[in-house]
């Protein structure tokens, strides 16, 4: 079935469920792109006629619901031998995982599922739909905490068939009503008698009647009385208490009249004022119950007459028996009547005499053997050697073996209940203790090697808050968020409700800043990724024209510079291989003259071209005109620009376009002509201007900066 398309639109997806009359699966709804629950009819039923008749209008029938705490049912179809129900996907648990994980529940949470569960009763009775099958399978809580009952009206379907040949049915005997049980006709009290089974169960954690079979739990329904909730758990208000009492009644009249009204009751029971209300009383339990089986005496003669009021007919020849003692009698017959009263009374009397003798003589013979009697004492609250102790210091018995169950609310080793209690029994006899075994405890799963979100979501799951767990990043080969240690150990015991969590998650390995290598010669690359604990991948190694610096490194992959990466990571490097074919080499001719002649100036060269933009060329100090050659690299659509500064401020800038070289274009050497100096000053030296100041050097002072690896020759060059 997984896989397959039902109906040309539902593709199955996995199986979720199932009992002994369907199965159900989670499927896609193609057509809508939403996922539905498919409820699949078992095969031994699909040429049941009658069965399928009613399957398939029952559950048509619920489709007409439409309330937020009915599962709602969208289609219903058949695809061969294959008779399939399309329902709302809830997702979450039903109400009897739940009850297994944590049971007894909290009495709000209780209520609350309580109040959701009758609110969709009502609905449905309104819609005169009796679901007959009410119980904790049935009973959907989504994520949300909303909750959802399920399968209305397929409990109708259930024919005699099934009852002998699916395990479905046969357990939710537990939850039947006692009409339920008889066979008769059931109604929507049932329901209401099903839904405090439930309550009950959430509340104490166990069922109210158990047996070896089937049969023995219909007949518990029918003649026996359950145990008190509250004698299971004291902490169940008295108003809790008293609803359930009255659901669970077995006479449908004294139960309640509506799912409106147990309704209405829930909506209140947890207010203050009715926490601790009187304990509910019902009238028919002082009245006689003439359903009860009883040994009644025989009535005989006239007593019966007296008893019953008018006698039955007499036959012809009983009457006239009688009547002919009636004219006998009227005629004065002188013997007195028969005295028929005597004979009853001398049996009466010996039977008394006798029964008088059998109890003088049974209390002779037990005052032979008489046995102490002693109070049983109260030990609940009390720890269980404690109570062993007090038990058998007054010659009672503890019964082995001593009943322990998991409660949260209890602490483990402390009897919560004991039966009897309050109670003159004889020494010898045995008393019954339940014990705490303390919290629900989970075994701790070893998460290493998992990842700590699916460590956290696994807890979280198990009851466990999500404040209780907590991590600290380190620095490992691990991939990152992989657990590396946990607290507590795996396979050790915990409590899901206290015990604190803290994991060492992987945060991957160290990582530092990829070093910038673009402008390294090859070997100095090397060395720099070496010294840092990367590896140099040789083969991969790329080797192309650029404009950069032939034998220096213009890339580095797969780490730019400043990304992050961990020693061992593998880097490859591209070496220029010199300049492309189509690059054109220029050198600029500018004449550069101090701002005032005479006297020293600073230049500093910027130059951008197919190399790159904003270049250093260098810096140089003058005291004279000088002759500088910068030479620069051209690309197609590049153009090449020099920009002058002069004692930090900029003078000029000129450029050539890559055309302009390419086509030859000549241009006059550029210049960078100064200011005359005062007229007031003499001005010495020879007639170009050019000057001496005594002793002071005329030669190029030493520049502040160094020119570019790229630049021209330096001042000194030129004449």
């Known amino acids: 079935m997984i896989g397959h398309e039902l109906g040309g639109r539902y593709e199955i997806i996995t199986r979720i469920g199932g009992g002994g009359m369907a199965l159900v699966y989670k499927a896609h709804d193609i057509l809508l792109n939403r996922k539905v629950a498919v409820k699949v009819l078992r095969q031994q039923y699909t040429h049941d006629e009658e069965f399928i008749r009613r399957f398939r209008r029952e559950a048509q029938s619920a489709a007409a619901l439409s309330h937020p705490n009915v599962v709602s049912i969208y ?67 989504g994520k949300n905490g909303r909750v959802k009952v399920t399968d209305f009206g397929i409990a109708r379907a259930v024919t005699s068939s099934t009852i002998t040949q699916t395990g479905s049915v046969l357990g939710s005997v537990h939850y039947f009503s006692p009409e339920h049980a008889k066979g008769v006709s059931t109604g929507e009290k049932s329901d209401l008698y099903s839904l405090g089974i439930v309550l009950y169960q959430t509340l104490t954690g166990r069922l109210p009647f158990l047996g070896e079979s089937p049969i023995s739990v219909a007949l518990k329904h029918l003649q026996e009385t359950f145990e008190e909730p509250r004698m299971v758990n004291p902490y169940i208000p008295q108003s809790v208490e008293n609803i359930i009492m009255k659901a669970m009644r077995k006479n449908p009249a004294d139960r309640y009249s509506s799912a409106t009204e147990m309704l209405r009751d829930l909506e209140t029971c947890l207010k203050p004022e009715r926490l601790n209300e009187p304990k509910i009383t019902f009238a028919s339990d002082h009245a006689a119950d003439f359903d009860e089986t009883r040994v009644m005496p025989a009535i005989r003669g006239s007593i019966a007459g007296d008893t019953l009021g008018a006698a039955p007919a007499l036959g012809r020849g009983e009457q006239a028996q009688e009547e002919k003692a009636d004219r006998w009698n009227g005629k004065g017959l002188q013997d007195p009547p028969k005295r028929k009263w ?15 003798l059998v109890y003088w003589g049974a209390r002779t013979v037990l005052g032979w053997f008489e046995i102490e009697e002693v109070d049983v004492p109260y030990v609940v609250g009390k720890d269980e050697t404690e109570a062993i102790k007090e038990i058998e210091a007054l010659g009672l018995k503890v019964k082995d073996p ?76 691990e991939e990152a968020g992989t657990i590396l240690r946990q607290t507590p150990a795996p396979n050790t015991d915990f409590d899901p409700n206290k015990e604190t969590f803290h994991f060492v998650v992987s945060k991957g ?100 071209d197919a190399r790159g933009e904003d270049q250093e060329w260098g810096q140089k100090t003058i005291n004279e005109t000088r002759n500088f050659q910068i030479k620069v690299v051209l690309g197609p659509n590049t153009e090449a620009i020099v920009k002058i500064y002069r004692d930090n401020e900029f003078t000029d800038s000129f450029s050539k376009t890559y ?53 021209g020759a330096n001042a000194g060059e030129q004449p």
Request: hydrophobic residues 30%.
């Open 659 to 711: 055309d302009d070289v390419k086509n030859g274009t000549e241009s006059s050497p550029e210049t960078v002509p100064g200011t005359e100096p005062p007229s007031s000053e003499e001005p010495t030296g020879d007639p170009d201007g050019q000057q001496n100041s005594g002793n002071e050097s005329t030669t190029e002072e030493q520049s502040e900066g160094t020119a570019n690896d790229n630049g």
């Open 75 to 141: 289609d219903v179809g058949e695809e061969g031998d294959t008779q399939y129900i399309v329902m709302e996907y809830i997702e979450g648990h039903n109400l009897n995982e739940i009850i297994q994980e944590r049971a007894p529940l909290q009495v709000e949470e209780s209520v609350h599922i309580a109040v959701q569960i009758c609110d969709a009763l009502e609905h449905a009775h309104h819609n005169q739909i009796i679901h007959r099958d009410i119980k904790p399978h049935n009973i959907l809580i």
């Open 342 to 356: 005597v004979k009853p009374l001398i049996v009466v009397l010996s039977t008394l005499i006798i029964i008088g």
């Open 402 to 477: 001593v009943i322990y169950k998991m409660d949260e609310k209890v602490p483990k080793g402390q009897v919560y209940n004991q039966s009897p209690t309050n109670q003159t029994v004889k020494v010898g006899s045995l008393v019954v203790l339940y014990v705490s075994n303390g919290p629900q405890l989970e075994k701790m799963i070893d998460y290493k090697g998992r990842s700590f979100e699916e460590a956290k979501s696994a807890l979280v799951d198990l009851g466990v808050s999500s404040e209780r767990i907590t991590s600290d990043p380190e620095f490992s080969d």
């Open 509 to 608: 390995q160290e990582t530092f800043p990829m070093p910038n290598l673009i402008g390294y010669t090859e070997s100095e690359a090397i060395k720099a990724l070496q010294d840092k604990g990367l590896v140099f991948n040789a083969a991969n190694t790329v080797r192309e024209p650029s404009y950069g610096e032939k034998g220096k490194v213009i890339r580095q992959d797969p780490y730019n510079p400043n990304d992050p990466v961990a020693k061992g990571a593998s880097v490859t490097l591209t070496i220029s291989d010199g300049l492309p074919e189509e690059a054109i080499e220029y050198t600029y001719n500018i004449q550069i003259s101090p701002a005032v002649a005479g006297k020293s100036s600073k230049i500093r060269i910027v130059y951008s």
